[in-house]
T-cell receptor, first 117, second 113 residues
Framework: AQKVTQAQTEISVVEKEDVTLDCVYE???????LFWYKQPPSGELVFLIR??????QNEISGRYSWNFQKSTSSFNFTITASQVVDSAVYFC??????????????FGQGTTLQVKP | NAGVTQTPKFRVLKTGQSMTLLCAQD?????MYWYRQDPGMGLRLIHY???????AKGEVPDGYNVSRLKKQNFLLGLESAAPSQTSVYFC????????????FGQGTRLTVV
């Protein structure tokens, strides 16, 4: 069965600190996709990144970076020099089995990040 | 550019009442989804649709029904609300299936008393 685990329920940092959000996934599929979404206090989910299982290159986008390691089934998310605006709930998600093509996502429990000024 | 719009934003129901949540998307997406978000459990899929006129059950479908009569709309119905259905409901849509990003609405906060 597919599963996503975000073991960190809540993280609190002071502005300008670096912070890493962990994501561990389980799947028997060889082809799969991983996602990160941000849920700010306003409530909507905002897409941050998608990574497919064949691309283990790390990704950097401004202060955000992602580390994908198939050997440890992890897709961790790092925010460098955190800002108050980064305060949100962050979700890691896994695409469903390739035997269907429905676009269903399996979400982790979410990590609440609080960045204090 | 509205994206995905959910109606209503908030609602309080009494146990046993019924209601319909409306989701509308203006991106011409084929795929639409209803998720519920509960503390400590992330988002769980209730029902989904891979095209106009189609619906299918997700992970937690009991107590809910859906309809997709028009491509742009996806309705979620609660026939007889229960306190266990107190949650935040999110509608999402995507242009393709597996591997494509989903666009989410702002959510509906439902409380059943």
């Amino acid at each position: 069965a597919q599963k996503v685990t975000q073991a960190q329920t809540e993280i609190s940092v002071v502005e300008k600190e670096d912070v890493t959000l962990d994501c561990v996934y389980e799947t028997r599929d060889t082809t799969y996709y991983l996602f990160w979404y941000k849920q700010p206090p306003s409530g909507e989910l905002v897409f941050l990144i998608r990574r497919n299982s064949f691309d283990e290159q790390n990704e950097i986008s401004g202060r955000y970076s992602w580390n994908f390691q198939k050997s440890t089934s992890s897709f961790n998310f790092t925010i460098t020099a955190s800002q108050v605006v980064d305060s949100a709930v962050y979700f890691c998600a896994l695409s469903e089995s390739p035997t269907s093509n429905t676009g269903k996502l399996i979400f982790g429990q979410g990590t609440t990040l609080q960045v204090k000024p | 550019n509205a994206g995905v719009t959910q109606t209503p934003k908030f609602r309080v129901l009494k146990t046993g009442q019924s209601m319909t949540l409306l989701c509308a998307q203006d991106m011409n997406h084929e795929y639409m989804y209803w998720y519920r978000q509960d503390p400590g459990m992330g988002l769980r899929l209730i029902h989904y649709s891979v095209g106009e006129g189609t619906t299918a059950k997700g992970e937690v479908p009991d107590g809910y029904n859906v309809s997709r009569l028009k491509k742009q709309n996806f309705l979620l119905g609660l026939e007889s609300a229960a306190p266990s259905q107190t949650s935040v409901y999110f509608c999402a849509s995507s242009y393709g299936g597996r591997g494509t990003e989903a666009f989410f609405g702002q959510g509906t906060r439902l409380t059943v008393v």
